[in-house]
Structures are given as structure tokens and as C-alpha cells.
């Protein structure tokens, strides 16, 4: 049973739907019209009006899509960050010739807002980011606050979202680069990123001197939006999986998975604290209602490693230097099921 944080457990209907026999998304015009109906559904998941794109790569390729599409040599980037993923944000500015600014806190805290504040009274920064939930700690950031302050000064701001849209709330009409990712809450492959993108992007895509090809949003401007034809081929069966998933979610109602997210997470962290394990996080709140982390101290991976052999349950560590400290249970998308989460959690209550 796979309950790890993404790419998740992909239901039987999304599986079938990408069985289908695949169309050419280069000349077949009901391809385009599919991939047209399927941009207004994920609006509706974003709940945005902004332009929502699907793009062919890993939900990775959005964040460093977004940084080679808006940002120029020697531009100052703030990068907001308290995980790994935030910190990472600072490397594709570093290599696309940015000048990042890193505005750190402890991975087992929130976003440091009065750092924010007092970054910005220096340098003139053109863009931000940050990380709505920062997977591998399990910690969800309250960024509406830090995002109005960016909005105040101008700056333009990327947010990853990757494994918290379509599982709770996030504030994309406040985010003018919004990312998301097909293997997370949406219970689909991997191998799909989405991103909502403002007019004020847009924009700073357009006005940009230098730009790649794979990595942009400018050819999808000029192809997509202007002729409907794909800047490349598209990855047809992916796409017949996400349109699949994205109508489950709608048929469900989007307020409906957020409670079916918060009623899992709360039950995770119920029968965590019967077997006296730590969050990770250093307060409940930040928690995700996506993803939670557990503090096991060294021990994890071992743990991890005992739970798939004797009980066929798959959980995740975390990365880099806290892989063998955290332990994950992934409860988003299809891996939100009270079930699923009681059998999981009974598996590491018998592992310990």
C-alpha cells in the first residue's frame, strides 16, 4: 500500500483512462480541444481566473521553469525559505545567473516575516519565492501575509504549491506564479507540472532579454495562446490521466477533499500521539493536512524499512540531512482515507 507523500496511490479510472488509445496532440484537433477543457477545470482547482498551463516534466520543472522564464541575468531574487525546497529555489537562481537573496528559518518553523520585512527595505528585488508546503517536513506556511507585503513593493511571486494544491487551500490569486504537480493531491502520474500564471508574469515573460526553450512559459505565449498548436509534443496519456483525475475532484467538490484531507490528517496525528511519537513540526498547527512528519530521531529509515517488509506498506523519510530523522505518512489524494490512514499507522505502532 503506498501511503507516501507523492506520487500517491493513482485510482483505478485514472489507470484505465490512460490505457485509452492515444490521439497525436500535433495534429489531431480533439486533443486540443481536450487540453483546452482540461486548463478550465484545473481554474477551478486553483480557483483562478489566471491562465493555467499543463506542462510535459516532473512537478521540478516548475520551479525551474519559472525562474528561467521571468527572471534575467543579474537579477535580485528573494528566496523565502524554511525546507528544502525553498533553499532550492536559490540554486536555479544562482544557476540562470539571479542574484538570490536567502531569507531563512528553521526547517521545524514557519516563514520568518519579520525577516521578510527587513529584507525588502535593502535590495530591489524583481521576484520571490517560496514554499507553500514544504514536503519533506510536513509544515504548511501561512504565506498570505508575506505575499501581500511582496504585492505592496511590486515583486513578482512564485509560489510552489506542488503537494498542496487540490488538498487544501491555497491563495493563488494572491501568487502570480502558482505550481502544482500531477503525482501529489491530483492522484495522477508523475510526470506533469501545472502552474497558474498572472497577467503581471506574463508580462515580465515577455519583457525578458534572454529565455530557453523546454524550460519557459514564453513558446507556450507564442504557440499555445496565439495559433492553439503545443510549443512540443505533448504527453498524450498523462494528460487523458490528469483530465481524469481533475473530474474526480470536481465530482467529489473541491470543500469536500479539503475535509476529507484535514478528517485524515487529524486521525494521523491522533494515533501518532497514542504511541508517543513526536510531530516534527515544532508546532501542531504548522502541520499539512497533506503530509505529516514524524520525529523519529535516527531511526527512521529503519522503521520505514521494517513497515514495507513485514506489513507491504511504503512511507517516506525525509531528504538530505534529516532522511534518517522523519518519518512521513502521505495522506493527500487518494491516500486521504481515514482506512488507509488507520492501517498505515497501526503498521508503525507494531514496527515500534
Known amino acids: 500500500m503506498l501511503m507516501t507523500p507523492g506520487p500517491t496511490e493513482i485510482p483505478q479510472r485514472v489507470r484505465q483512462a490512460m490505457g485509452r488509445e492515444i490521439q497525436n496532440p500535433d495534429l489531431d484537433p ?22 493555467v498551463l499543463i506542462l510535459a516534466g516532473e512537478g521540478i520543472l516548475g520551479l525551474e521553469a519559472s525562474i ?11 528566496c523565502i525559505s524554511n525546507g528544502i525546497f525553498g533553499d532550492g529555489f536559490a540554486d536555479f537562481v544562482k544557476m540562470y545567473g539571479g542574484e538570490p537573496t536567502l531569507c531563512s528559518a528553521p526547517y521545524d518553523q514557519g ?5 521578510v520585512e527587513s529584507a525588502l527595505g535593502g535590495e530591489g528585488f524583481k521576484l520571490a519565492t517560496m514554499v507553500h508546503c514544504e514536503t519533506p517536513t510536513g509544515v504548511l506556511n501561512d504565506i498570505t501575509p508575506i ?24 491563495p493563488v490569486d494572491h501568487i502570480d506564479v502558482c505550481i502544482g504537480g500531477s503525482q501529489k493531491c491530483f492522484s495522477s502520474a508523475p510526470g ?21 526553450f523546454y524550460t519557459s512559459f514564453k513558446p507556450w505565449k507564442d504557440t499555445w495562446y496565439e495559433h492553439k498548436e503545443f510549443p512540443y509534443t505533448h504527453m498524450v ?13 470536481l465530482e467529489e467538490g473541491l470543500d469536500e477533499v479539503y475535509k476529507r484531507h484535514d478528517k485524515c490528517a487529524v486521525l494521523c496525528r491522533e494515533k501518532g500521539d497514542e504511541i508517543g511519537l513526536e510531530l516534527y513540526p515544532s508546532e501542531e498547527g504548522l502541520s499539512s493536512p497533506t503530509v505529516t512528519a514524524f520525529n523519529l530521531e535516527g531511526k527512521a529509515q529503519y522503521v520505514q ?8 506498506i511504503l512511507l517516506a523519510t525525509s531528504l538530505g540531512p534529516l532522511k534518517d530523522d522523519i518519518l512521513r505518512v502521505g495522506h493527500m489524494g487518494a491516500n486521504a482515507k481515514l482506512e488507509r490512514v488507520e492501517k498505515a499507522m497501526d503498521a508503525v505502532k507494531l514496527s515500534l
Not at 480533439?30 to 491562465?51: A, M, P, S
Not at 506533469?192 to 530557453?212: G, M, P, R, Y
Not at 496519456?237 to 475532484?249: P, Q
Request: hydrophobic content about 35%; overall charge negative.
Open 147 to 170: 505575499l501581500k507585503m511582496l504585492k505592496e513593493n511590486g515583486i513578482i511571486t512564485i509560489v510552489d504549491a506542488v503537494s498542496s494544491v487540490g488538498g487544501c487551500r491555497v
Open 237 to 249: 496519456s498523462n494528460i487523458y490521466g490528469l483530465y481524469e483525475s481533475i473530474d474526480m475532484i
Open 111 to 115: 516563514l520568518n516575516l519579520e525577516m
Open 192 to 212: 506533469l507540472t501545472t502552474v497558474s500564471i498572472s497577467e503581471k508574469a506574463w508580462e515580465a515573460v515577455e519583457s525578458k532579454k534572454q529565455s530557453t
Open 30 to 51: 480533439d486533443f486540443v480541444g481536450l487540453y483546452e477543457e482540461l486548463e478550465g477545470r484545473l481554474k477551478k482547482i486553483y480557483r483562478t481566473e489566471n491562465d
Open 305 to 312: 524499512r521494517k513497515i514495507r517488509e513485514e506489513y507491504d
Open 68 to 78: 528561467a522564464s521571468l527572471m534575467d541575468r543579474g537579477d535580485k531574487v528573494l
